[in-house]
């Protein structure tokens, strides 16, 4: 059965703190993998991984993805309290269409 | 761009009632997804669309049906609602063909007494 999961389940950390959130997978047809940010409404998008090895980067957030292994990490430098959130990974399904697949996420509190 | 919109934002529903929520986007995006948030479940697809008058059903789509009769409203119809279909619904919409990046409507918070 296709999963996708995530560790750890919750976080909390200090501002200035560096955190590296973990996304293994186990999905037929892989094709890629999406980070997502969410606050208290809806998720927004943060990167989309394709190829092993080639870090995705904005700002102080990072990502990369080791498809021989079959994980995923972000990493946040320096973090701020407004990096408080739930992270989520997300890895679409190639059957005859793409369903995606999302983990439980990983509820990151950072405290001033 | 209104980008991805739902309506409403929170409805409260007696056991057995039937509703539909609605999901608009304007980018013309190919798919449309609908999904449910529960605590400690994460989100949970309900039933999909990769375009108009295509649709399939996801992890969890008993007692929920959809209709994409055009690329820019796909609602979600609720035949008898249940308690257990007390959750936050998320509509989401992405390009298709390969660009799996999915923009998501502000959600509507369902509660089933």
């Known amino acids: 059965e296709d999963k996708v999961v995530q560790s750890p389940l919750s976080l909390v950390v200090h501002e200035g703190d560096t955190v590296t959130l973990n996304c293994s997978y186990e999905?037929?047809?892989?094709?890629?993998l999406l980070w997502y940010k969410q606050e208290k409404k809806a998720p927004t998008f943060l990167f989309m991984l394709?190829?092993?090895?080639i870090e995705k980067k904005s700002g102080r957030l990072s990502s990369i993805l080791d498809k021989k292994e079959l994980f995923s990490i972000l990493n946040i430098t320096a973090t701020q309290t407004g990096d408080s959130a739930v992270y989520l990974c997300a890895v679409p399904r190639r059957t005859s269409y793409d369903k995606v697949i999302f983990g439980p996420g990983t509820s990151l509190s950072v405290i001033p | 761009n209104a980008g991805v919109t739902q309506t409403p934002k929170f409805q409260v529903l007696k056991t057995g009632q039937s509703m539909t929520l609605q999901c608009a986007q304007d980018?013309?995006?190919?798919?449309m997804s609908w999904y449910r948030q529960d605590p400690g479940m994460g989100l949970r697809l309900i039933h999909y669309s990769v375009g108009a008058g295509i649709t399939d059903q996801g992890e969890v789509p008993n007692g929920y049906n959809v209709s994409r009769s055009t690329t820019e409203d796909f609602p979600l119809r609720l035949l008898s609602a249940a308690p257990s279909q007390t959750s936050v619904y998320f509509c989401?919409?992405?390009?298709?063909?390969?660009?799996?990046?999915?923009?998501f409507g502000p959600g509507t918070r369902l509660t089933v007494t």
């Open positions: 980018m013309n995006h190919e798919y």
């Open positions: 394709t190829s092993s090895g």
């Open positions: 989401a919409s992405s390009p298709g063909r390969g660009k799996y990046e999915q923009y």
């Open positions: 999905v037929t047809n892989f094709r890629s």
